[in-house]
């Protein structure tokens, strides 16, 4: 399966500033997803980036508020932006096995705290 | 509608067996998932299953399918100190067009005592 590298592993930010999450994996996936995962509570799916085309939202998230980029098939970037300390949650990357529908990975995730 | 629910603790002795239960709701689900999540980590696949399986064992893991009921289990045999963390089942789906997308349990502590 896929190594994914996600980084900065945790930030610790001010109210009113955005910070950008990278996610590398050493394989080269159509789909790749980001989720957050609140204090004590399960994973929310934030959107879904293929690459060439925009991300594709789930309700409750927008694209003002988590932009998302796609350059290639190997790289992807979520923002958090103008934060607030509802933001602060653990924000995952995870991609599929290519052409499956199963083994999905996840990164390490990112822990963000917003003061 | 989209829902998976767990129970939020199971606690068992070192060297008992586990089981962890899981229900959904989406009756096109077509693989569902077991994920472990230790304490600062991300996510670790264990193991998943297709729906028209109804068992699937690997090592000290077995993992049941009831469809008809929506009932989806974890069993760990031989637990041990280190299984303990939280446990995740995802079911994925297809919400309409080509994406499918993972819908996650709300977790289940496991506590290992030794």
């Known amino acids: 399966s896929a190594v994914i590298s996600q980084k900065p592993s945790r930030d610790i930010c001010q109210r009113g500033t955005s910070l950008t999450i990278q996610c590398q994996v050493d394989s080269q996936v159509t789909m790749m997803f980001w989720y957050r995962q609140q204090p004590g509570q399960s994973l929310t799916l934030i959107a879904t980036?293929?690459?060439?085309?925009?991300?594709?939202?789930e309700s409750g998230f927008v694209i003002d508020k988590f932009p998302i980029s796609r350059p290639n098939l190997t790289f992807s970037t979520l923002t958090v932006s103008n934060m607030s300390p509802e933001d602060s949650s653990i924000y995952l990357c995870?991609?599929?096995?290519?052409?499956?529908?199963?083994?999905?990975?996840f990164g390490s995730g990112t822990r963000l705290t917003v003061v | 509608g989209e829902d998976v629910e767990q129970s939020l603790f199971l606690s068992v002795r070192e060297g008992d067996s586990s089981v962890i239960n899981c229900t959904y709701t989406?009756?096109?689900?077509?693989?569902l998932y077991w994920y472990k999540q230790e304490p600062g980590a991300g996510l670790q696949l264990l193991t998943y299953i297709f729906s028209n399986m109804d068992m699937k064992q690997d090592q000290r893991l077995t993992v049941l399918l009831n469809k008809k009921d929506k009932h989806l289990s974890l069993r760990i045999a031989d637990t041990q100190t280190g299984d303990s963390a939280i446990y995740f089942c995802?079911?994925?789906?297809?919400?309409?067009?080509?994406?499918?997308?993972?819908?996650f349990g709300t977790g289940t502590l496991l506590a290992v005592q030794p």
């Open positions: 995802a079911e994925s789906i297809y919400p309409g067009g080509a994406t499918n997308k993972l819908i």
């Open positions: 989406d009756s096109s689900s077509t693989y």
């Open positions: 980036a293929n690459q060439g085309s925009e991300a594709t939202y």
């Open positions: 995870s991609v599929g096995r290519d052409g499956t529908h199963y083994g999905y990975t």
